[in-house]
């Protein structure tokens, strides 16, 4: 893959529906097994993937015999790879198989370096879900439009990082949650937030209300689908501050989506603008400032400005 051919990839989801329906459930096993071996930490902060320079990876996992294991979808040479701490390596191919296949695979593979193949094996996040091993319906795999998806994942976590660095207050990792196969970095204001009152399917409500427990604007990508028909960048807050939908934000291809109750930016408008990095931090920033502003956050002492390379912050 050239580097060209990671400046903002075009990746229209009708072409890549079915591998992408495919790579978020194999994203759900991998999610799931670092999910089972990993002490809780809050907002289910502990159980999500991170972009890496080959793909996605569960980053490490204290588990096995040599008392570290990490897991890498490997966007690029589209494997699965599976690395202990004691150097043992382990793979199996990306192509086009069934969620059952994939599913037994992997558990081959953690067995296969000591890894404790034991994990919960339903989707979550997804209506009526179908256990992974029964999962036998063929997929395909794409492996040039998984490509451009990388592609787009590793522009799209640079801005997100970028966008972070301007908040001294509690901010998440930039990070892909395998439930609903979103990237997203969210802030908080340090309040408490009312009970949220879950629903999301196949998801335990508990989980929900522990995720949403204190006042949140959050920001991230979708591939598209989940009532968005195309890749999209999105901001939200919780609770919604009275007002918020009809806040003026930027760029002018953002909209709020009544549906939803989040403002939308398709990805097709920031790929195609002149400078793609000030476009989607303009959107990030006045949707939060949005957010901010009629939440009645201290904004006097969250926020700071933009990270620079080697320089301290003020103090």
């Known amino acids: 893959m050239t580097r060209q051919s990671l400046q903002w990839p075009a990746i229209p989801f009708a072409e890549w529906r079915e591998t992408c329906a495919a790579l978020h459930l194999y994203s759900q096993i991998v999610g ?56 043992a390596t ?3 191919a990306l192509q086009p198989m069934t969620v059952a296949d994939f599913h037994g695979r992997f558990i081959d593979l953690l067995e296969s370096i000591g890894a404790t193949a034991q994990f919960d094996g339903t989707p979550n996040e997804i209506p009526d879900p179908v256990p992974f091993a029964q999962d036998t319906r063929p997929r395909p795999y794409d492996a040039d439009a998984v490509r451009r998806f990388f592609g787009a994942l590793v522009q799209i976590n640079r801005v997100m990082r970028q966008f972070r660095t301007s908040f001294l207050g509690k901010v998440s990792p930039v990070h892909l949650f395998w439930g609903s196969f979103d990237m997203a970095v969210t802030r908080f204001s340090g309040r408490d937030a009312p009970r949220h009152p879950g629903g999301i399917p196949s998801l335990p409500d508990a989980v ?28 939200y807050a919780y609770p919604v501050p009275e007002g918020f939908k009809d806040q003026p934000v930027l760029p002018d291809a953002a909209y709020f989506h009544e549906d939803l109750g989040e403002f ?13 990095d000030a476009t989607l931090l303009e959107f990030f920033q006045s949707t939060y400032d949005a957010a901010a502003t009629l939440g009645d956050w201290d904004r006097a002492n ?14």
Not at 215 to 232: L, R
Request: charged letters at 20%; one cysteine or more; glycine letters at 10%.
């Open 32 to 87: 799931k097994y670092r999910l089972a071996r990993t002490p809780w930490v809050n907002h289910s902060w502990h159980a999500t993937l991170y972009v890496n320079a080959r793909g996605l990876s569960t980053g490490m996992i204290c588990d096995g015999p040599s008392g570290g294991i990490e897991i890498v979808l490997d966007l690029i040479d589209h494997a699965v790879i599976a690395m202990a701490a004691d150097g």
């Open 264 to 276: 939308i930016l398709p990805y097709e408008a920031v790929r195609t603008a002149s400078d793609p």
């Open 90 to 92: 382990e793979r199996f």
């Open 302 to 315: 969250l926020e700071c400005h933009p990270g620079v390379p080697l320089r301290p912050r003020a103090v």
């Open 208 to 235: 929900t209300h522990e995720a949403y427990s204190h006042q949140v604007s959050s920001a991230g990508f979708w591939p598209g689908g989940g009532g968005i028909e195309d890749a999209a960048f999105y901001s």
